[in-house]
């Protein structure tokens, strides 16, 4: 019996997960990596985060969106589950916001961080 969760998120960009992450200074490893589970099971991952008691997480692609992927008895971040994925979450879309306003021409203009912790960008693209 598998005791790994699959937790959907909205990620469906690799690149901007994995920003997210060293933005948050998260250690990973790019996969695909074998996250080890409950008595040596393991799943495939396209990022893996390894933990100090030996069991990973990770984010898995699915098809449609990277799942989180994990033993959750044996979590071992400095943020719960929803902690962990609030953050993540909010870093990949300043990620991806920045990213694709840059392939369309744009740059950061201006970039405020609030007190209630939600990101304020405002991007600006010059015309000839």
């Known amino acids: 019996m598998s005791h790994f969760s699959n937790i959907k998120t909205q990620i469906r960009n690799l690149s901007s997960l994995q920003e997210a992450l060293d933005d948050l200074e998260i250690d990973w490893k790019a996969g695909p990596q074998s996250i080890r589970g409950y008595q040596g099971q393991t799943r495939s991952a396209e990022v893996a985060i390894a933990q100090d008691n030996q069991y990973d997480i990770g984010f898995s692609w699915n098809g449609s969106e990277y799942e989180l992927v994990a033993d959750l008895q044996y979590w071992q971040q400095p943020w719960s ?18 990213s694709e306003s840059a392939k369309q021409g744009f740059q950061v203009a201006e970039e405020q961080n609030r007190e209630d912790g939600s990101i304020r960008l405002v991007v600006q693209r010059w015309s000839a």
Do not use: I, N, S
């Not at 589950?81 to 920045?98: I, N, P, S």
């Open 81 to 98: 589950v929803e902690g962990f994925l609030k953050r993540v979450t909010q870093r990949y879309a300043y990620r991806a916001v920045v």
